[in-house]
């Protein structure tokens, strides 16, 4: 299968809109406007989809398989000039990767835009895992869920007008470093920072969604996403309790994570918040899910309701919380 890129012209057009000098407003007041149903069981099956190619780490099979099914996806969802895939190597640990971001875009017409983003490959060592530490992981939480949550977003986007532009950005290479070794780690969001298709975007803000669909999840307010944007990140949070999902996203500070959040804060200067399943120990330092980096990230720990929630929350704050 080959990739059918989106000429730059086409994403100069695309993206000029989104370009603007101002700061990003984070007032929001319900609009009292008709916010369409986001449906669990459709992004449980967009998971279930991805998980099907094997690992999406770079250079393995499934990992091109996977960007040509999700660009298939969104081409049919936003129109075929709408959808860029960025592809870029790398070289690391002596291995020359092929890695592909993909970009999609809503609601073209509208210079105001937010931007809404997942990592799409997954570990491809799983060194939490005490029988199968170097196997490639499933998945389906760690790169799938945030995948398929956008996938049923950009369908609702498809089947309804969007009050405000909207950028879907899908990062490769998030989990590819190993442990500790952050500088490999949110290679394609570097990537994308330092190499923007348009110099100058400027969404008022993102949001990135990362292990959103595990059951038992907690969403704590990450630390990363008080310091860059903390209205936002009370304003999501609120929206989660006015719609009684606050046993989900609790109202506590969590943990400093280290994700691809931080990378476009910091290098691309555009205010982004992570919702991203996590907690924190006594002594500060942050606790993931336990099937985190292990093979029993798999299907048969996504929840529908958990997906339903983050759906729900993002749905709600961008057709009738963002003023226009």
């Known amino acids: 299968m080959r990739l059918y890129p989106v000429t730059l012209l086409l994403l100069a057009l695309l993206f000029f809109v989104s370009c603007s000098t101002e700061e990003p407003e984070f007032s929001f007041e319900d609009q009292d406007r008709e916010v ?13 989809e991805q998980v099907a190619f094997g690992p999406r780490v770079p250079n393995m099979e499934g990992h091109v398989e996977t960007i040509n099914y999700l660009r298939d996806h969104f081409e049919e969802k936003a129109g075929s000039g709408n959808v860029f895939v960025q592809e870029f190597e790398q070289e690391v640990y002596g291995e020359t990767l092929t890695m592909f971001n993909l970009l999609a875009s809503f609601g073209t017409q509208h210079s105001d835009r937010i931007m809404l983003a997942a990592h799409w490959d997954t570990r491809p060592r799983g060194e939490e895992d005490p029988t199968n530490p170097d196997d490639p992981i499933p998945g389906a939480d760690d790169g799938g869920s945030g995948v398929g949550v956008l996938m049923e977003i950009a369908r609702v986007f498809a089947e309804n007008d969007v009050p405000i532009g909207v950028d ?60 860059y944007a903390s209205s936002l990140v009370d304003e999501v949070w609120n929206i989660a309790a006015d719609k009684g999902y606050g046993d989900l996203f ?53 929840d529908t309701n958990t997906l339903q929630a983050v759906g729900d929350v993002v749905l709600e704050l961008i057709y009738n919380r963002i003023p226009r």
Do not use: C
């Not at 369409?36 to 279930?48: G, K």
């Not at 803000?205 to 669909?213: P, Q, S």
């Open 168 to 227: 879907i950005v899908l990062f490769d290479g998030e989990d590819y470093g190993e442990e500790g070794d952050l500088d490999n780690y949110f290679l394609g969001a570097r990537h994308w920072s330092n190499n923007p298709p348009v110099p100058g975007y400027s969404p008022r803000y993102g949001i990135l969604l990362d292990m959103v669909g595990g059951e038992d999840a907690i969403f704590a307010k990450e630390r990363y996403s008080l310091r």
């Open 36 to 48: 369409p149903e986001f449906s669990s069981e459709r992004a449980y099956q967009f998971i279930e």
């Open 250 to 302: 609790v109202d506590e500070q969590g943990g400093y994570v280290s994700d691809d959040h931080v990378i476009v804060n910091q290098e691309a200067g555009i205010p982004m918040i992570n919702i991203i399943h996590h907690s924190v120990n006594e002594d500060g330092s942050v606790n993931f899910p336990p099937y985190w980096h292990t093979q029993n990230d798999n299907m048969d720990i996504i």
